[in-house]
């Protein structure tokens, strides 16, 4: 099972680093960041944690990787970040939702919108809370270097 999932959320990232026309020489790359935080998120709803904070740790992860890349081989961030990121996307969630207020299931598509909706801000904060650190940390040397 979990290396059908490690594949499958290789491949997705892979996918959509095409369609996003990522540079070829980063495809590969693209595909390993995402299947990291899918296999992350999987193992912590295995351990039985939320799929909001899961999603929030995976997405964290996703861009500290990708920050990581991007240094490594002189690109940007968001090369590896959006393909990576594809894995997380409540997609499924978000039609059942519609699918819900469509058949007058209000209650039930108001409960599932707002779970997708914060799996999509766990999302959006993991991306941005990476940053945010990384942000500090380079102050926090450029500060360092400067008092030498």
């Known amino acids: 099972m979990w290396i059908e999932y490690a594949i499958a959320s290789f491949f997705a990232s892979a996918a959509f ?3 996003y026309q990522a540079p070829r020489n980063t495809l590969v790359k693209c595909g390993l960041v995402g299947m990291v935080g899918w296999m992350i998120y ?4 295995w351990k039985e944690v939320d799929s909001v904070p899961a999603t929030l740790i995976a997405s964290f992860v996703i861009a500290l990787v990708s920050q990581a890349l991007a240094r490594r081989f002189k690109t940007p961030m968001i090369i590896f970040s959006v393909p990576g990121i594809i894995p997380l996307v409540p997609g499924s969630l978000a039609y059942d939702a519609m699918r819900n207020f469509v058949q007058n299931d209000y209650s039930a598509a108001i409960s599932i919108a707002a779970k997708a909706f914060m799996i999509s801000g766990a999302i959006a904060f993991g991306l941005v809370f990476s ?14 270097a ?3």
């Open 42 to 45: 999987a193992f912590l709803v």
């Open 146 to 148: 400067q008092l030498r």
């Open 131 to 144: 940053e945010v650190l990384n942000q500090i940390i380079k102050k926090m040397r450029q500060t360092k």
């Open 17 to 19: 680093g095409i369609i």
